[in-house]
């Protein structure tokens, strides 16, 4: 059963025919309104959510499906000590697809290889986030025609930023493509990720802690959050939460055509007044999800059909 736990899960050709049929929907949404009638979506989230949740609900519900939902852990019954793998069988006898968020990394994995249905991971703990990274894609691709040839730099908790892991990961795999790691000393990028991804593909990196020494040579600025739940010590949590606060001065010396993105939620990584420029593009990944979140749901349940 072909599931997606992983952006590395996808070749790049499937990436590919995902961005398509989601650039399609986007232009023709009738087409797809009833390709999901009769199918049922669970979103298990163990851990909160606004956008991944709503936006695969939102999702299925346009494709004419309907949606199953547990949207905290206190109201299943892993509050009573059921595991991963039961939940997965359990679901798998009322619903046709699964997207799972959990707090430990590797739950949507276990989840996937007990289930009987496709398991969607949708966000594990501080590792992967692959239709975050989805949602990214699409909107690198509308905003900058592709994916080859772009400087991009990450900046904030590059430690804990599950959508960075992922989004890291995917542009490995294109041509021409530079990154700058922006980061307090103590949320540096994981080894594991320098070692397997970017040195393993040859790709040229560099690390900083001073955000606008590099915001000139940027294409994208990815901002991130400083995550609160992945902190052991909340000490520390408050003595890093506004190491980088991007405001208007700050893109001064940007290029005209940057691409600032970021996941969601912010606190205060980025001011509200920088919305208003041209070139906040976050929430614009917002509605992307959506779009990807529906391509992929048609991907995996046509090839479980098959
Ligand atoms: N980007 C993202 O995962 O947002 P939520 O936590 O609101 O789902």
Known sequence: MRSLIDIRDLSTQEIDELIKTACDIIENPEKYSEKCRGKKLATLFFEPSTRTRLSFEAAMYELGGNVLSVSSGS?????????????????????????????????????????TIPVINAGDGGHNHPTQT????????????????????????????????????????????????????????????????LKKNGIPYSQTTDLLSVMPELDILYMTRVQRERFFNEEDYLRLKDSYILDVKKLETAKPDLCVMHPLPRVNEISVAVDSDPRACYFKQVLNGKYMRMALILKLLEEAEK
């Open 75 to 115: 109201s299943s019954s892993a509050a009573k000590g059921e595991s991963v793998a039961d939940t997965a069988k359990t679901v798998s006898c009322y619903a046709d697809i699964i997207a799972m968020r959990h707090p430990k990394e590797g739950a949507p994995f276990v989840a996937a290889a007990n289930a």
């Open 134 to 197: 989805l949602a990214d894609l699409l909107t690198i691709y509308r905003e900058k025609g592709g994916f080859n040839n772009l400087t991009i730099g990450f900046c904030g908790d590059l430690k804990f930023g599950r959508t960075v892991h992922s989004l890291i990961s995917a542009m490995s795999r294109y041509t021409g493509i530079k990154i700058v790691l922006i980061s307090p000393l103590e949320l540096k990028l994981p080894s594991y990720i320098k070692k397997d991804v």
